[in-house]
């Protein structure tokens, strides 16, 4: 419903823009004019724009990218989460009529720690394997994920080509075990701090949900570990 004509200036401009969105007139994707463009067009402050494009931002209908200026978002990819259930991120933007992508940021060999020797049944001073790749849906990054996995049973993955593939296939392709279900999950709401920002086209603080997920195969073997930071203006989990 439109702002009545008395609301406060920043949200007629609010619902100006959003409307255009809705009917087309901003493409998502598509950069929208800056502040003082707005300011000019709509005869107000910078700061009354500044304001309506923060509550857009904020609502999911925009994204500030860093250096660049603001964009309209892609639609939200919606994902449910039912007790033990998994889908993997590929599967999941086929559903949503979307093309998953992947580029991989680094790939350390790192100490086991407490909770993930617990997970893994590892003995002390056990190695992982840590990768940390940026995942897209349509080219627009979605999440920084992370994923440990014993280092001894899972080496070739220290070397392997990861761009834009499943990290499950290939998981499951060097160790031989399909993953089939979720051992634990937990979801917290976080800030990015400023290299998940500049990899995730965010500015820092801006919000993220961290999702954190021990996987398991057929007899319940613990398989891999996954830390990810999802952006909250692009995603939204059905719990």
């Given at each position: 419903?439109?702002?009545?004509?008395?609301?406060?200036?920043?949200?007629?401009?609010?619902?100006?823009?959003?409307?255009?969105?809705?009917?087309?007139?901003?493409?998502?994707?598509?950069?929208?004019?800056?502040?003082?463009?707005?300011?000019?067009?709509?005869?107000?402050?910078?700061?009354?724009?500044?304001?309506?494009?923060?509550?857009?931002?904020?609502?999911?209908?925009?994204?500030?990218?860093?250096?660049?200026?603001?964009?309209?978002?892609?639609?939200?990819?919606?994902?449910?989460?039912?007790?033990?259930?998994?889908?993997?991120?590929?599967a999941?933007?086929?559903?949503?009529?979307?093309?998953?992508?992947?580029?991989?940021?680094?790939?350390?060999?790192?100490?086991?720690?407490?909770?993930?020797?617990?997970?893994?049944?590892?003995?002390?001073?056990?190695?992982?394997?840590?990768?940390?790749?940026?995942?897209?849906?349509?080219?627009?990054?979605?999440?920084?994920?992370?994923?440990?996995?014993?280092?001894?049973?899972?080496r070739?993955?220290?070397?392997?080509?990861?761009?834009?593939?499943?990290?499950?296939?290939?998981?499951?392709?060097?160790?031989?075990?399909?993953?089939?279900?979720?051992g634990?999950?937990?979801?917290?709401?976080?800030r990015?701090?400023?290299?998940?920002?500049?990899?995730?086209?965010?500015?820092?603080?801006?919000?993220?949900?961290?999702?954190?997920?021990?996987?398991?195969?057929?007899?319940?073997?613990?398989?891999?570990?996954?830390?990810?930071?999802?952006?909250?203006?692009?995603?939204?989990?059905?719990m």
């Open positions: 419903m439109p702002a009545p004509k008395n609301a406060p200036l920043y949200q007629q401009i609010y619902d100006e823009i959003k409307d255009a969105i809705e009917k087309g007139v901003y493409a998502p994707k598509e950069r929208i004019p800056s502040e003082l463009e707005l300011a000019e067009q709509y005869e107000v402050s910078r700061i009354t724009v500044r304001r309506a494009v923060e509550e857009l931002c904020s609502d999911g209908y925009l994204v500030k990218q860093q250096g660049r200026g603001t964009f309209v978002s892609t639609p939200h990819i919606n994902r449910q989460f039912h007790a033990s259930t998994l889908q993997t991120f590929t999941l933007c086929a559903g949503n009529g979307m093309k998953a992508g992947a580029h991989v940021i680094d790939r350390q060999i790192v100490p086991a720690r407490q909770n993930e020797m617990e997970f893994f049944g590892l003995q002390k001073d056990a190695l992982l394997l840590h990768i940390k790749r940026v995942r897209t849906a349509d080219g627009e990054p979605i999440f920084e994920e992370n994923i440990f996995v014993p280092f001894d049973a899972y070739e993955l220290l070397t392997a080509d990861l761009e834009n593939k499943s990290i499950f296939a290939e998981v499951e392709r060097v160790g031989g075990t399909p993953i089939v279900s979720v634990y999950r937990t979801v917290e709401a976080v990015a701090n400023a290299e998940q920002a500049a990899e995730l086209g965010i500015a820092p603080h801006d919000p993220l949900l961290n999702l954190r997920a021990g996987f398991t195969g057929p007899d319940d073997e613990p398989v891999l570990m996954g830390k990810q930071y999802y952006v909250g203006s692009r995603y939204v989990m059905v």
